[in-house]
């Protein structure tokens, strides 16, 4: 089955860290365009970061040097590591994957980032 589970998400306080992970079944992440984007209550998608096959990445100007993205190939694994959080990253953080046109074409049910002041 082809499915993308993400976990990791909780709260903290404004300047705390999580890591959200996302595992991937049914096909090779590594081979994918791979993205993170959040949803904040009462608003659009955002999108968060990206990284290519080729392990380029991609950041919103809003999370540039606080976010990393990265993935761990063996475990067909996506992660977000995300310090010094802010209240206005408070959302529902999913993960995606990504078509070479930038749309996104398989998505988790996400997780839940609660950051508080």
């Known amino acids: 089955q082809v499915q993308l589970v993400e976990s990791g998400g909780g709260m903290v306080q404004s300047g705390g860290s999580l890591r959200l992970s996302c595992v991937a079944s049914?096909?090779?992440?590594?081979?994918?365009?791979m993205s993170w984007v959040r949803q904040a209550p009462g608003k659009g998608p955002e999108w968060v970061s990206s990284?290519?096959?080729?392990?380029?990445?991609y950041y919103a100007e809003s999370v540039k040097g606080r976010f990393t993205i990265s993935r761990d190939n063996d475990r067909n694994t996506l992660y977000l590591q995300m310090n010094s959080l802010k209240p206005e990253d408070t959302a529902l953080y999913y993960c995606?994957?990504?078509?070479?046109?930038?749309?996104?074409?398989?998505w988790g049910r996400g997780t839940q980032v609660t950051v508080s002041s």
């Open positions: 995606a994957r990504t078509t070479k046109w930038g749309d996104f074409d398989l």
């Open positions: 990284i290519t096959s080729g392990d380029n990445r």
């Open positions: 049914g096909f090779t992440a590594s081979s994918d365009y």
